[in-house]
């Protein structure tokens, strides 16, 4: 009995499975189609699209905006590069060792701004001792020649003396007045002998006149050398330390000193821009370390190479650097102008309403009616925005408080 009621209780317990499924396929149904009647919240937010582009503002609000009338300005087509700033190396120079010695004394350092002449380091050295020697020698060599001279002078006057008595023979006078031309170029020779010790210890050793005349006069020698400064400027560099031995043919530089009221923009160019360079153009150049000074300079030099590696090509111009901000080797960026000047219609910066790739400025229909017409943007240069297409000379847009009326606008 039991085993023929088994059938019906499964068909039962199936029959209420298959309507619990189908209530709930129903329910599903009924939401989705829910969902799909009422609008998401983020749909609901966005505001309805303008159906005009013109705002009107309050005569209280016009207080607010400078109007802008639309001028033909000219702007200069510009080619963009890269480059360094460097030291001015018609402005620079370097200190070498003049003698083979030892430092004994350093007087300039690193960032010193010194003068022409100004004294930089001392040096012991065996050569300065013997161009002094050379000096003493030149001097007792004069003397002796000077007496030597006013010796056959006396001698070749009682000669001739004693001819006129008859008292001598004519042989002995010609002797006495050889013997005085000998002594007179021998004179002649020790004192260009010692102008030229004196012009190497002045010229080539650095010794100024008061030290070689004291030199002459109290025959001392003195073995230090004080190296002075060749220009005006500032010691960038020094390779030197007390004590140190140092020799005339190294080659190596013992100090770097640069005149930093001018610095160099060393540019390399694109072999393709190349054609467009010229020297005596005007760049504007930017340095990263200053992005908020604009530099003007000159082209001074173009590069007579490219280099084999990044083709390209080195341009030289010349900065002034009266603040001393503008450092060696600090990158920067500058435009060459190339071509003539065209003119077009143009508006301040202010005035341009930026979005992504497009831009749009506001025009004056009427008294405190404006319009938002979107314009083609061309170069920019002096605070100024180049208008390619969407504007006419002669127009009224708003300059200072164009984002104020883009604002109203939206609203």
């Keep these: 009995m039991t085993f023929r009621r088994l059938p019906v209780q499964l068909m039962v317990f199936r029959l209420a499975i298959f309507c619990v499924l189908g209530l709930i396929f129903l329910l599903l149904a009924l939401l989705e189609t829910s969902w799909w009647r009422f609008p998401s919240p983020a749909t609901a937010a966005a505001p309805p699209p303008k159906a005009t582009d013109d705002v009107r503002i309050s005569e209280d609000q016009m207080h607010q905006l400078t109007l802008v009338e639309v001028e033909l300005c000219s702007f200069q087509r510009q080619k963009p590069a890269i480059g360094q700033i460097a030291f001015n190396e018609d402005a620079s120079t370097t200190v070498l060792a003049p003698f083979s010695g030892r430092i004994t004394r350093l007087i300039a350092k690193i960032g010193d701004e010194v003068k022409r002449n100004d004294p930089l380091f001392e040096i012991d050295s065996p050569e300065v001792v013997q161009a002094q020697t050379e000096l003493i020698a030149a001097v007792h060599a004069l003397e002796k020649s000077r007496a030597q001279f006013a010796l056959t002078k006396r001698t070749l006057d009682r000669q001739e003396a004693l001819l006129k008595d008859k008292a001598t023979a004519q042989r002995e006078v010609d002797q006495a007045r050889n013997d005085h031309s000998a002594a007179e170029s021998d004179l002649r020779t020790a004192e260009g002998t010692l102008n030229a010790v004196r012009n190497r210890l002045r010229v080539i050793i650095g010794r100024d006149r008061e030290e070689i005349e004291r030199v002459e006069r109290e025959r001392v020698v003195n073995p230090l050398l004080t190296v002075n400064a060749p220009i005006d400027g500032t010691v960038i560099a020094r390779k030197i330390g007390p004590g140190q031995y140092v020799r005339s043919d190294a080659g190596e530089p013992l100090y770097t000193i640069a005149d930093l009221s001018t610095m160099w923009l060393k540019a390399f160019v694109p072999e393709a821009d190349i054609p467009f360079v010229r020297v005596g153009r005007e760049i504007e150049v930017k340095v990263a370390a200053l992005p908020t000074q604009t530099f003007k300079a000159r082209i001074i030099a173009v590069g007579a190479a490219s280099d084999q590696q990044t083709r390209r090509v080195v341009v030289r ?92 606008w939206r609203q």
Excluded: Y
């Design 317 to 408: 111009s010349e900065l002034p650097n009266p603040d001393r901000v503008l450092k060696a080797e600090m990158f920067a960026t500058f435009k060459i102008s190339i071509g003539d000047p065209e003119s077009a219609p143009a508006v301040p910066a202010e005035a341009v309403i930026r979005e992504s790739d497009s831009a749009t400025v506001w025009v004056q229909r009427e008294p405190q009616v404006f319009q938002r017409r979107k314009v083609t943007l061309g170069a920019e240069q002096a605070e100024c925005v180049q208008i390619r297409d969407g504007l006419k000379p002669g127009e009224l847009v708003v300059g200072r408080g164009a984002v104020f009326v883009d604002n109203e």
